[in-house]
């Protein structure tokens, strides 16, 4: 700081006022006088009050989603032991359970899982994505435990099961009887049975309401139609309007479906709604299905929409 020069001759002494100030200064006393004077002045509680400590705002960092995204869980010695055996339950449990298995796949953290392969119970398969091979068959079929009204009465063994305790626990909880329409098909009956409809509905609407051969869940035998049976079993058509369409809308996933084809996806998966068509994913996959809201395997896998075929 430079310093301020001093006048040669002094102003006389008030013994009054003590000795006068240069100009700057007194000015600045008069600003400091009047901002005490207008300050508040403090009460006794305000003055035995400590200054309240300065607040620190921590940076948050961002969530991950789930810790399977991390690191390979196709490296963990359970997961690979379980797909030694084909054993998709023990699979998906490997991963930490099915939102984890999600979670995995969607972040391209699972090389050891394909989503086209029709031996597992996560297989996407829509009009964008055939089966590989496309004449595919279920290593081991069962009679599906309902009655039925044609005469495609199974499943793969373990949907098989799970559609039986499904069908038992509605009757049970007083949603009426459950049956079947169908189960798996078989590539060359897919072909008839997507033939009928573009006989009787055209190519657009065939392909609206039927999937075209290699293309369809039902070949997989993951896949089947149910019916309401009250006392006789209706027309799957009518299925979505009873007791039984509304139970089990509600209450598929707890026996490992859902159901494929819902009128808010219907833009994605190129399908009118059927809430008579489940898709079987198991306990786990089915359960983080419902928890997580979601109306589409394409949405719950991070997929494409494949509303068309390609040709």
Excluded at 38 to 49: C, N, W
Excluded at 62 to 86: F, K, L, M, N, Y
Aim: glycine share 10%.
């Amino acid at each position: 700081m430079t310093s301020t020069p001093q006048p040669r001759h002094a102003a006389p002494r008030s013994p009054l006022r003590g000795p006068a100030l240069p100009l700057g200064l007194a000015v600045t006393a008069v600003g400091i006088l009047l901002s005490v004077a207008a300050a508040p002045v403090a009460t006794s509680a305000q003055r035995e009050s400590p200054m309240p400590e300065p607040v620190i705002v921590a940076e948050v960092p961002a969530v991950q989603v789930g810790a399977t995204t991390a690191a390979d869980p196709c490296s963990e010695p359970s997961v690979i032991e379980a797909i030694a055996v084909a054993d998709d339950a023990a699979i998906i449990a490997g991963f930490g359970g099915g939102e984890r298995f999600r979670a995995a796949v969607v972040a391209g953290n699972a090389p050891c899982i394909a989503l086209d392969d029709p031996a597992h119970v996560w297989v996407v398969v829509n009009k964008a994505r055939p089966l590989n091979p496309v004449a595919f068959a279920p290593a081991s079929l069962s009679d599906m435990p309902l009655e039925m009204t044609t005469r495609s009465r199974q499943a793969r063994t373990d949907v098989a099961a799970a559609i039986g305790e499904l069908a038992a626990a509605a009757a049970a909880e007083g949603a009426g009887r459950i049956g079947a329409n169908n189960g798996y098909r078989s590539y060359d009956l897919q072909v008839s049975t997507h033939a009928s409809h573009v006989r009787s509905s055209g190519q657009a609407g065939a392909d609206a309401a039927s999937a075209r051969a290699g293309h369809s869940e039902h070949q997989t035998g993951l896949a089947l139609d149910v019916v309401a049976c009250s006392p006789q079993c209706g027309e799957i058509d009518a299925f979505g309007a009873t007791a039984q369409g509304a139970w089990v809308a509600e209450n598929a996933w707890r026996y490992g479906f859902i159901v494929r084809y819902e009128q808010v996806g219907s833009g994605i998966t190129g399908y009118k709604p059927e809430p008579w068509h489940l898709r079987y994913l198991g306990t786990e996959l089915a359960a983080a299905y419902h928890h997580g809201g979601y109306h589409t395997l394409e949405q719950f896998f991070g997929l494409p929409a494949a509303p068309d075929y390609a040709h």
